[in-house]
């Protein structure tokens, strides 16, 4: 299946002041536990260890979050988080996959899930072409 990368604004910088937009592998997903859907937004990043989303996405599914597996992790700013692990249902495009992934309320709410190397890039075939701006995805069973 096939994704169009996201366009999303940025401010123009000292560095590349004529950039007005950046291009991101962000993709619509829905996580399901129990009974429960909800739809989301994620980024798909390779250098990602796990799969993480907002604490506030497993209350919408009546995860009690903090129940999970714990998990101390350090992100890309260097600062240290924790998430709690729970195995939910995550569907992308018509795939249906089993995922052990991350709470967190250290994750921004208004930002996206993250689809990392466990968790994802183990159970799919994963091709970034941004010239012609979009992501292919294959399931690998």
Known sequence: MKFPYIKLPVDPSEAFP????????????????????????????????????????????????????????VGVTGQKATSYFHNVDLYIGGWEFKVYCGFSDAISPKGFGVLGQIGFFDQFIVKFDLEKEEIEIKPRR
């Open 18 to 73: 004529e950039r007005k937009t950046i291009l991101r592998p962000i993709i619509p997903v829905t996580l399901e536990f129990g009974q429960i859907k909800t739809g989301y937004m994620a980024l798909i990043d390779s250098g990602a260890d796990y799969c993480f989303f907002h604490s506030e996405i497993a209350e919408v599914m009546n995860l009690d979050w903090q129940k999970g597996k714990r998990l101390n992790f």
